[in-house]
């Protein structure tokens, strides 16, 4: 399980990674790439660390990369599809990106989540204008909706993962970043689905083939990090992470083998570990990560012997937490 050359095919390729930057170059600007020596001395082992702000994109996280990306490839594709709209289940970050998009490119956009969403998301998501379906009690519920959404509407599907332009999407972060940052040896990165991470080796593949590609989970919501480790995909494996983003009890078609054959490592970290890379990261930064916004920071510092006197990315996101967590979090506590 090294970064040695696959047999696979990739899911998708650094031409379409390219494609999508042209796509999306009129909507996002680039996220600022920054160093702070507090972060470096935090870290030690003679780590350069530099951070990539996503945080500072529409709904403070690369997913809205990946959702531009996808729906910009639509509108192209199949301008009628577009007219008629998009449909997801998402309690987070993906349907807050696709609600994003979709006001911006005036594609009307339906977002399935379950009863009793957490309002503060619901609210980000209606304020763009998007359809809040608020369906069941259960994520499957909201799931079960939104495809008899697509099948009476005929609206298009948007997946979070499996989707090869939300994965092109994902890869123009990492392009952007080796960039703005050539010297960089290696990019730890939170896994949910692993869009970015996958991204992450498309774009390695092309611009440094010798950058590290590292995922991190929580201990608490650990299937593709498990799935990885013994070759055996998972379903519905169980969920305890606060970090929502990388809350994910599944492997996925797209990204399964692609993660195998080109992440240099895989590791896990405690909710712990995540809320303290919370605190670090508002405390040196000044910026609010959410909990998969800081699993990046937490995995770092986990593997800083392995990367010593290295330059290593990490991704700074933050669309997620509500003000309970975070209090908890400024507390000293793990929600
Ligand atoms: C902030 C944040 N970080 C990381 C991830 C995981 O990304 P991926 O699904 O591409 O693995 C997500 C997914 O929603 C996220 O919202």
């Known amino acids: 399980m090294t970064s040695s050359p696959s047999p696979r095919p990739a899911p998708i390729a650094m031409a379409d990674v390219t494609a999508a930057r042209a796509r999306i170059r009129p909507h996002l600007p680039a996220s600022p790439a920054m160093s702070y020596p507090l972060l470096d ?7 350069r660390v530099w951070v990539k702000h996503e945080n500072h994109l529409p709904v403070n996280t690369f997913k809205v990369r990946n959702a531009t990306s996808a729906l910009t490839a639509l509108l192209a594709r199949d301008p009628a599809a577009a007219a008629r709209g998009v449909a997801a289940a998402s309690t987070g970050n993906h349907g807050q990106g696709l609600a994003w998009a979709g006001a911006r490119l ?18 980000v998501i209606r304020s763009y204008g998007a359809r809040l379906v608020e369906t069941g009690a259960t994520y499957d519920d909201a799931i079960a909706r939104c495809d008899e959404l697509v099948a009476t509407e005929a609206l298009t599907r948007i997946h979070s ?28 990165l939170a896994l949910g689905g692993g869009s970015q991470c996958v991204g992450a080796i498309v774009a390695r593949s092309d611009m440094q083939p010798a950058l590290e590609v590292y995922a991190v989970q929580s201990e608490g919501a650990s299937a593709q990090h498990d799935a990885w480790r013994d070759g055996v995909a998972r379903v519905g494996q169980a969920v305890h992470t606060f970090a929502e ?35 670090d990261l508002l405390r040196i930064t000044h910026n609010v990560a959410e909990g998969a916004g800081a699993t990046g920071l937490a995995g770092l510092r986990a593997l ?24 908890t979090i400024l507390e000293g506590g793990t929600p």
Not at 41 to 47: A, K, M, P
Not at 109 to 116: F, K, L
Not at 174 to 186: C, I, M
């Open 41 to 47: 001395d935090l870290v030690g082992h003679g780590i």
């Open 106 to 123: 005036g594609i009307p956009v339906t977002i399935c989540v379950p009863e009793g969403n957490n309002p503060e998301k619901s609210a």
């Open 161 to 188: 993962t499996n989707n090869v332009d939300v994965l092109a999407g994902a890869g123009t972060m990492t392009a952007e970043f080796l960039e703005q940052v050539p010297a960089l040896d290696a990019i730890i």
């Open 245 to 279: 983003g990388i809350a994910t009890g599944s492997t996925y078609e797209l990204t399964v083998d692609a993660l195998r054959d080109g992440l240099t490592d895989f590791v896990l970290v405690s909710e712990d570990d995540i809320a303290q890379g919370v605190r």
């Open 304 to 327: 800083a012997p392995r990367l010593a006197g290295k330059t290593v990315g990490i991704v700074l996101c933050g669309g997620n937490l509500d003000a309970g967590r975070l209090k």
